[in-house]
C-alpha cells in the first residue's frame, strides 16, 4: 500500500478475512508506537512517526472490513461503516487522536499488565524506585481486582488517546460481527496532533460528511463531557542588558529576574495545582532565560467567556505596567486564542448528550456529565459545524509516567461506542 504524503490516497476495501484482534491487545501494540507530537516543527503531522501510524491504521480499518479508507495528506484517517437499516436516521461520527502528549517521553513504551491489582504500592521502576501508589493516587482503589495496564515508569502509556482508538476499532468490528445490530452510516476519523491543539486544523467537516460526532479521548467509565475551558497561549518576552556585574550598578537589566517579577504578580493561587471543578487558571509552562533575554510560556484557561476575557486582560496590564517600570520595549506578550467552550454549540442540539446518556445507561454505566478540564478536537469541531462532545476511553494520569488503563475500563468503552450508534438509530 503506497499513500503519499502530498496527496489525499484510498485504502482498496478488502473483505474482513483475517482473526479479530481483541482490544486489549491492540491497545498494547498500538501504544508501543511513539506518536509523540511537537508544537516546533510547524509540520502537518507535526511529527513524521504519526503518518506512519496514520498508514498502520488505515491498513487495519480496512483489513477488518472498513470502507472508504483514506489517509489525508496531513494524516487524517477517515473510513465508512455503511449503514445496516433502510430507516432514515442521522451519520453519526466517531473521532480519537493518534498523538500522545509533547511533555513527555514517548519513546520505547513498555506497557505491563497488573493482574487482579491487589490495592497496595505498584512498583513501576525497581532501579529508579518509581511508585505507582493509590496514597497518591486514590483513584487507583476503585480498580482493586481488575487487570491494569500501567507503564515502566520511563515513558508515558498513550492511552490518551490510544484507549479511543482501539475503543472505536472493536465497536466497530462488533457491530460487523453482528448485523442484527441495527445502525446508520458511521463515519470515523483518528486525527494527529490533538496535543498541541491543531487536531481540528484540517478537519474537513464537509468531507466527512457526519450530522453529529463524538470524541472518545481519555477519562474513567461513565464520564460525558459537552463543556471545555475557553483556552489560550501567551508567550511573555523580556528584553534585559547585560553589564560586567563589578560595573553593573545603574546599567544591568536582569531579564530573568525581571521575569521572575513578572511570575509571582500573576494570582498566586490561579494555577492548575490549586484549582479544580469549574475554577480557571494562568499555567507557566515554560520558562527559559538568560540575562539578556528570558521567555516565559502560559495557557489561559477558565469555561466563562467574561472570566477568560478578563484573564487575557490582566495579563496585558501586567506587561504594561511592566514596561512602565523598566522602559518600553524591556517586556513583549503575545496571546493566541486555542479555542472556546463547546457548550454554546451543543446546547442547542442536547439530544446528542441524550443519546450518550441513553447509550451508558443500556450498558449499565452510571453516566457522570464532567466540564473538560482541558480541551479535546471536540471543541473546534462544534464550533466549525460539527457537534462533537466526549465519551470516556477509560485511561487515567495522563500525560506521564503514572498513567494506567483498567482493562475493564477499556472494554466498556467499546461497548458504549458500539450501543450509541444503536441507540442514534433507534
Known amino acids: 500500500m503506497t499513500i503519499r504524503r502530498n496527496s489525499e490516497s484510498s485504502v482498496t476495501h478488502t473483505r474482513y478475512l483475517t482473526p479479530k484482534v481483541d482490544i486489549l491487545d491492540r491497545f498494547l501494540a498500538y501504544v508501543k508506537v511513539n506518536t509523540q507530537s511537537d508544537e516546533t516543527t510547524g509540520l502537518t503531522p507535526?511529527?513524521?512517526p504519526q503518518l506512519d501510524f496514520a498508514k498502520r491504521l488505515a491498513a487495519d480499518l480496512a483489513s477488518i472490513g472498513m470502507q472508504d479508507v483514506t489517509v489525508s495528506e496531513y494524516g487524517y484517517v477517515t473510513a465508512t461503516l455503511p449503514a445496516n437499516t433502510t430507516a432514515n436516521v442521522p451519520t453519526v461520527g466517531f473521532i480519537a487522536h493518534m498523538d500522545t502528549s509533547p511533555d513527555f517521553s514517548a519513546q520505547g513504551v513498555k506497557p505491563?499488565?497488573?493482574?487482579a491489582y491487589d490495592g497496595k504500592d505498584i512498583i513501576l521502576n525497581t532501579e529508579l524506585g518509581i511508585v505507582l501508589s493509590p496514597s497518591e493516587f486514590p483513584e487507583l482503589l476503585r480498580y482493586v481486582g481488575q487487570d491494569i495496564v500501567v507503564t515502566d515508569g520511563t515513558t508515558l502509556l498513550g492511552a490518551d488517546d490510544k484507549a479511543g482508538v482501539v475503543a472505536i476499532f472493536s465497536a466497530l468490528e462488533e457491530l460487523m460481527a453482528h448485523p442484527e445490530r441495527k445502525?446508520?452510516?458511521i463515519r470515523v476519523c483518528f486525527t494527529p496532533d490533538e496535543e498541541i491543539g491543531e487536531g481540528a486544523d484540517h478537519f474537513d467537516v464537509a468531507a466527512f460528511g457526519a450530522d453529529f460526532a463524538y470524541t472518545v479521548d481519555g477519562g474513567a467509565v461513565g464520564e460525558l463531557e459537552y463543556e471545555t475551558f475557553n483556552a489560550a497561549e501567551a508567550t511573555v518576552v523580556f528584553a534585559g542588558r547585560n553589564v560586567h556585574p563589578g560595573s553593573a550598578y545603574h546599567k544591568m537589566r536582569n531579564s530573568m529576574r525581571i521575569a521572575s517579577q513578572?511570575?509571582?504578580?500573576l494570582p498566586s493561587?490561579?494555577?492548575?495545582?490549586h484549582t479544580c471543578g469549574y475554577e480557571g487558571f494562568f499555567h507557566l509552562t515554560h520558562f527559559e532565560g538568560s540575562v539578556e533575554k528570558s521567555t516565559l510560556k502560559y495557557i489561559i484557561r477558565d469555561f466563562k467567556r467574561d472570566r477568560f476575557e478578563d484573564r487575557k486582560?490582566?495579563?496585558?496590564h501586567l506587561a504594561n505596567k511592566f514596561n512602565d517600570q523598566y522602559g518600553d520595549g524591556a517586556v513583549s506578550l503575545s496571546i493566541r486564542d486555542?479555542?472556546?467552550?463547546m457548550r454554546e454549540k451543543i446546547e442547542p442540539v442536547m439530544f446528542v448528550v441524550d443519546y450518550a446518556k441513553r447509550a451508558m445507561a443500556d450498558c449499565g454505566i452510571e453516566c457522570k456529565v464532567l466540564p473538560v478540564r482541558?480541551?479535546?478536537?471536540g471543541s473546534r469541531l462544534s464550533f466549525m459545524g460539527l457537534p462533537t462532545p466526549n465519551i470516556f476511553a477509560g485511561g487515567e494520569n495522563f500525560h506521564g509516567k503514572y498513567e494506567f488503563l483498567p482493562v475493564p475500563s477499556l472494554r466498556k468503552a467499546a461497548e458504549v461506542v458500539a450501543r450509541l450508534a444503536e441507540v442514534v438509530a433507534l
Open 46 to 48: 507535526s511529527t513524521l
Open 112 to 115: 505491563r499488565i497488573v493482574q
Open 183 to 185: 445502525h446508520g452510516k
Open 262 to 265: 513578572f511570575v509571582v504578580n
Open 269 to 273: 493561587f490561579q494555577t492548575p495545582e
Open 313 to 316: 486582560k490582566e495579563m496585558e
Open 338 to 341: 486555542q479555542y472556546y467552550n
Open 374 to 377: 482541558g480541551g479535546t478536537d
